[in-house]
């Protein structure tokens, strides 16, 4: 019995961290009127000083020299970019199209790993591929008139987040979580330092709150996801991210006054049923099982399983 109430103790503490993630959005979205440079270096300022000192009031001497500092530098700042095009998308497109084009990140995964880790794509995830791409053609039917910026924007993420997932599962393994959280977090800050001299607009103290708020709730989603992820296996844990379509829709309707017409349902459902078939399908063929072991795009802190949850895993899926 402790195994289900352990794993059902998982699956909240994920609810809770994609729906802070949600509020986190529709934060950021609400912020549209400045810079995405300068919401990011706020809200990374607030995320980066409390890790620190958490880090180090538990005296954690774990060393944040890269293994492979080529790789971090570059997942880091492919990470700065997933950001501030996430940002953009989120303040020029409705929440629930932006959701939709941020969930093809899995679907990329699969055809990076091909073209980067020489993995195998069988004919089911080809079809699963297939049908993730219909799902996102439904949403947007795309036209000259349709397409907009923010669907590059939120598609240019989904790029940037799934190459830094391959790399992450490259090197997650070997380097340790505090260099997988650093880098990300450090590079943030001083890329988005940097241009805030050029960008920068004064604001009220309210605004500079819900800056610290996009941080505070960045931290708090980050935390819960992970700890769902060590409570309960990643197969169960990794579907729950497509509860944020149902927040979005809540927040879009009634902060920003955006419609979901039927088409936009219909093809979120199909890219949902895909990315949720993805993840089963890659839990029952171990040789491609570590898709699975790539955490959230949007946690920053992202490495592999350890062998220890691996195991878990297996035994609580068996």
Not at 45 to 64: E, H, M
Not at 145 to 155: D, K, N, S, Y
């Amino acid at each position: 019995m402790e195994q289900p109430q352990t794993a059902l103790k998982g699956l909240v503490f994920a609810l809770a961290g994609y729906a802070s993630y949600s509020v986190h959005d529709a934060v950021v979205k609400a912020l549209q009127d400045y810079s995405v440079f300068q919401i990011l270096f706020f809200a990374m300022l607030f995320t980066y000083v409390p890790f620190s000192v958490a880090r180090i009031a538990a005296g954690n001497q774990l060393s944040v020299t890269p293994k492979f500092p080529k790789l971090a530098f570059t997942r880091a700042l492919l990470h700065v970019s997933s950001l501030g095009f996430a940002f953009s998308a989120f303040a020029t497109l409705p929440l629930v199209e932006a959701y939709v084009l941020l969930f093809c990140t899995p679907l990329i995964i699969s055809l990076l790993a091909v073209i980067f880790l020489g993995e195998q794509i069988a004919l089911v995830r080809w079809g699963l591929i297939l049908m993730g791409l219909v799902g996102v053609i439904v949403v947007l039917r795309p036209s000259i008139e349709t397409i907009q910026i923010g669907h590059i924007l939120a598609l240019s993420c989904s790029f940037c987040s799934a190459a830094s997932a391959i790399i992450a599962r490259k090197i997650g393994s070997s380097e340790n979580m505090a260099t997988m959280i650093l880098f990300p977090l450090l590079a943030t800050i001083f890329v988005s330092g940097a241009a805030l001299y050029f960008v920068y607009i004064p604001m009220p103290i309210e605004h500079l709150g819900m800056m610290f708020l996009v941080g505070a709730l960045g931290l708090l989603g980050q935390y819960c996801i992970l700890t769902g992820f060590r409570l309960a296996p990643a197969a169960y844990i990794a579907p729950m991210q497509y509860s944020q379509i149902v927040w979005a829709i809540i927040f879009g309707y009634l902060f920003f006054n955006e419609s979901v017409d039927q088409w936009v349902i219909i093809g979120s459902l199909i890219t949902i049923f895909s990315g949720i078939g993805m993840l089963l399908r890659e839990r029952q063929v171990s040789s491609i099982r570590a898709n699975l072991n790539t955490r959230n795009g949007r946690v920053v802190g992202a490495p592999l399983m350890k062998p220890k949850e691996a195991e878990k895993s297996d035994e609580w899926s068996n």
